[in-house]
């Protein structure tokens, strides 16, 4: 039980929060050699004030008011809101079916208010589109264009501000 709680926390990476935690245990009727698993662990995780980040999706969150609950290795994120970059609201909801690197995925991260387009931002993608990121607002050459002269410092900041809706999915055992 304690294990499925730690595992909670370690995917979203929290930080630091009010923690709760209800768990309950229940055993199942089966000979001593079965291979079935023998006790099935169930609970919610409640975190209030947290910090961190989902591990797919490294985007740094803080005030964190999250429910998730549990029933086997299934984890379901009831609901998940949080700040991100300027107090930009965000939610997360979804489900994690596994506690191992093969997990399936499938969870929805979703802006409730605009997103600054920044580099917290484009580092919470996975290399592809975080690629698109570099190439489009093209950070280092608009520093070496100040640096050089060729461009004024102020009024030229790449960014902007942004909403989206992302869907992260994985079938279990796909890595």
Excluded at 14 to 39: H, M, N, T, W
Excluded at 102 to 108: E, I, P
Excluded at 131 to 140: G, N, Q, S, T, W
């Amino acid at each position: 039980m304690l294990f499925r709680s730690v595992n909670i926390l370690d995917n979203f990476k929290v930080l630091q929060g009010r923690i709760d935690i209800e768990a309950r245990a229940s055993r199942k009727s089966s000979p001593p050699d079965s291979p079935e698993e023998r006790f099935e662990a169930s609970g919610t995780l409640r975190i209030a004030d947290g910090e961190g980040a989902y591990v797919n999706f490294n985007y740094p969150l803080h005030d964190v008011q999250a429910q998730v609950n549990f029933l086997g290795e299934r984890i379901e994120v009831e609901k998940l809101s949080a700040r991100g970059s300027k107090d930009c609201v965000m939610s997360i909801q979804g489900v994690v079916d596994g506690a191992d690197d093969d997990a399936g995925v499938d969870l929805h991260i979703s802006t409730e208010s605009p997103a600054p387009i920044d580099l917290a931002l484009q580092q919470a993608f996975d290399p592809g589109p975080r690629r698109m990121f570099e190439l489009l607002f093209a950070r280092d050459l608009r520093e070496r264009l100040v640096q050089a002269g060729l461009l004024e410092a102020e009024g030229t900041e790449l960014g902007g501000l942004c909403t989206f809706s992302i869907g992260v999915r994985r079938e279990r055992g796909k890595r």
